[in-house]
């Protein structure tokens, strides 16, 4: 049996291609969510603010650390509210 043609895919197959900048995110959730919920969402920061909702904020490494954390969002049935990002752009490496 011969090897498969193409490498497994892993979440840096992708990012080895490209030189990327993390991602900034502000990611709003309707309640306030326990500080023990901090593992649950990347490196993003957990802030309450004074409206009763959610503020998770940080960097993520790529799109697809952005994409967990939304996911995790919604299994966990929280509401999201609202979501920012300051993506830079990427930096193609010479080839």
């Not at 080895?16 to 900048?21: E, I």
């Not at 904020?57 to 650390?65: E, T, V």
Request: net charge negative.
């Amino acid at each position: 049996m011969s090897a498969h043609p193409l490498p497994p895919y892993t979440s840096n197959s992708f990012s080895k291609r490209r030189k990327t900048l993390p991602i900034q995110c502000r990611i709003w959730i309707k309640e306030h969510l326990d500080p023990s919920w901090q593992e649950w969402f990347e490196d993003l920061l957990i802030y309450h603010d004074a409206s009763g909702r959610t503020m998770l904020y940080g960097s993520l490494i790529d799109q697809a650390a952005l994409y967990r954390v939304l996911l995790k969002i919604r299994s966990l049935g929280l509401v999201l509210v609202a979501l920012e990002t300051d993506e830079p752009p990427s930096v193609q490496e010479e080839q």
